[in-house]
């Protein structure tokens, strides 16, 4: 098994945790503040997300974000690597 490298060399991986904390919170300001940060980076993060999947990914609304159905595929087809990338750094025991 090896990583195409040249699929991730224009990607930068933290933006995937962006993602999955912008679908788990619906809102921006809490995303910022949990991952410390100010909410204009995560806004700017969302804006090379839209360019990467080429979809708004989120929309706003009243009481936050609502997700696209193309945000809610990258969901469906990242949560299985993301618990198992889970479950390798913060082993049970």
Do not use: H
């Not at 909410?39 to 990914?57: G, H, I, M, N, T």
């Amino acid at each position: 098994m090896s990583i195409n490298e040249e699929r991730f060399a224009n990607f930068d991986m933290n933006l995937i945790v962006v993602f999955m904390l912008l679908y788990q919170e619906r809102n921006v300001s809490r995303t910022a503040k949990l991952l410390r940060v100010g909410q204009p980076a995560v806004s700017a993060s969302l804006v090379r997300l839209r360019r990467q999947f080429e979809d708004p990914l989120f929309t706003r609304c009243r009481w936050g974000i609502v997700p696209t159905d193309r945000a809610e595929e990258i969901v469906a087809e990242l949560m299985p690597a993301i618990s198992k990338i889970e479950s390798v750094l913060c082993p049970k025991g």
